[in-house]
């Protein structure tokens, strides 16, 4: 962890497959004002066209692309690998789905304390309204709160979820409970590298879209001792509608509701396992490509 006043963030994108969606996300990241920041997206088997999306935005971001070959839903693992991959001193993960908002992340790094973890709020746009966006490139992420009631009046069903409301429950007042996300969906986590390590970050063993992996996450760092803040309405990410994933299933319980009965910290399966088949893989490799019969 740097000691200096600037620490570096990167900000790891989950994607899978949905180029179009996470061509708008890197559009509003690089519009973001203040300290400069990478982003890693980690990408749970797409086909090329989400390298071809990142590779398009070489110029403008720092950004790198981390894949791993599509064998069913491992979001949770994609996530690790790309943490593995990290620089920063914070982590920010953000579905790819989610457009950040104009003061996004000056909003996140006004928030961030030591002890605490941070996540947010979203908008949920229909399907109708997130065609529009996709189809025209509508940079709704610059939207006022005042013009998204013009605009858009059906999306805001909640406006405090865009203008400064009632809800305190920021990092610099203490004596406010923990923030809780509304569907208790925690769609953007930002906290220090050692926060993530110290509970050996995602659970690789969420391999259900239903499993909560980013719940299971949030139990375990509650349990290690994090609080858990919100940075304001600026950091309300705008949700683009997308359909149900159909590998949802009632057949074993979530990993997440496993994770809330138990009392453990450290995921089961997570940057520690993954960091040591990836180190295991390079030594076979090199093993391999140094043996004469393997040339």
């Given at each position: 962890?740097?000691?200096?006043?600037?620490?570096?963030?990167?900000?790891?994108?989950?994607?899978?497959?949905?180029?179009?969606?996470?061509?708008?996300?890197?559009?509003?990241?690089?519009?973001?004002?203040?300290?400069?920041?990478?982003?890693?997206?980690?990408?749970?088997?797409?086909?090329?066209?989400?390298?071809?999306?990142?590779?398009?935005?070489?110029?403008?971001?720092?950004?790198?692309?981390?894949?791993?070959?599509?064998?069913?839903?491992?979001?949770?693992?994609?996530?690790?690998?790309?943490?593995?991959?990290?620089?920063?001193?914070?982590?920010?993960?953000?579905?790819?789905?989610?457009?950040?908002?104009?003061?996004?992340?000056?909003?996140?790094?006004?928030?961030?304390?030591?002890?605490?973890?941070?996540?947010?709020?979203?908008?949920?746009?229909?399907?109708?309204?997130?065609?529009?966006?996709?189809?025209?490139?509508?940079?709704?992420?610059?939207?006022?709160?005042?013009?998204?009631?013009?605009?858009?009046?059906?999306?805001?069903?909640?406006?405090?979820?865009?203008?400064?409301?009632?809800?305190?429950?920021?990092?610099?007042?203490?004596?406010?409970?923990?923030?809780?996300?509304?569907?208790?969906?925690?769609?953007?986590?930002?906290?220090?590298?050692?926060?993530?390590?110290?509970?050996?970050?995602y659970e690789g063993r969420c391999t259900r879209?239903?499993?909560?992996?980013?719940?299971?996450?949030?139990?375990?760092?509650?349990?290690?001792?994090?609080?858990?803040?919100?940075?304001?309405?600026?950091?309300?990410?705008?949700?683009?509608?997308?359909?149900?994933?159909?590998?949802?299933?009632?057949?074993?319980?979530?990993?997440?509701?496993?994770?809330?009965?138990?009392?453990?910290?450290?995921?089961?399966?997570?940057?520690?396992?993954?960091?040591?088949?990836?180190?295991?893989?390079?030594?076979?490799?090199?093993?391999?490509?140094?043996?004469?019969?393997?040339?």
């Amino acid at each position: 962890m740097r000691t200096d006043e600037h620490p570096t963030t990167s900000i790891i994108l989950a994607t899978y497959g949905r180029s179009d969606a996470l061509d708008l996300v890197l559009r509003s990241l690089a519009e973001q004002k203040g300290e400069s920041f990478d982003v890693i997206v980690a990408d749970d088997g797409s086909g090329p066209e989400v390298g071809t999306v990142v590779a398009s935005w070489r110029a403008r971001l720092d950004i790198e692309h981390v894949w791993q070959s599509d064998s069913g839903f491992r979001k949770a693992r994609a996530l690790n690998l790309a943490a593995l991959s990290a620089r920063g001193d914070y982590l920010l993960f953000l579905d790819g789905d989610c457009i950040p908002r104009r003061g996004f992340l000056k909003a996140i790094r006004r928030a961030r304390r030591q002890g605490w973890f941070l996540t947010t709020k979203r908008l949920f746009l229909d399907k109708r309204f997130t065609e529009k966006v996709l189809d025209e490139g509508v940079p709704i992420w610059r939207w006022s709160a005042a013009e998204w009631l013009v605009r858009a009046p059906r999306q805001v069903g909640r406006p405090g979820y865009l203008v400064s409301a009632r809800d305190r429950r920021r990092p610099w007042r203490p004596d406010q409970p923990d923030f809780v996300p509304p569907a208790a969906a925690y769609c953007l986590i930002d906290l220090q590298r050692g926060d993530l390590e110290r509970v050996n970050g995602y659970e690789g063993r969420c391999t259900r879209s239903n499993d909560g992996e980013d719940q299971d996450l949030a139990i375990r760092l509650h349990r290690s001792g994090l609080r858990c803040g919100w940075p304001g309405p600026a950091s309300t990410v705008l949700h683009l509608w997308h359909s149900v994933r159909d590998d949802r299933t009632r057949d074993r319980p979530r990993i997440f509701h496993e994770t809330l009965a138990g009392t453990h910290v450290m995921a089961v399966d997570g940057l520690r396992e993954l960091a040591a088949q990836e180190s295991a893989k390079r030594v076979a490799g090199s093993s391999a490509s140094s043996d004469p019969l393997n040339r």
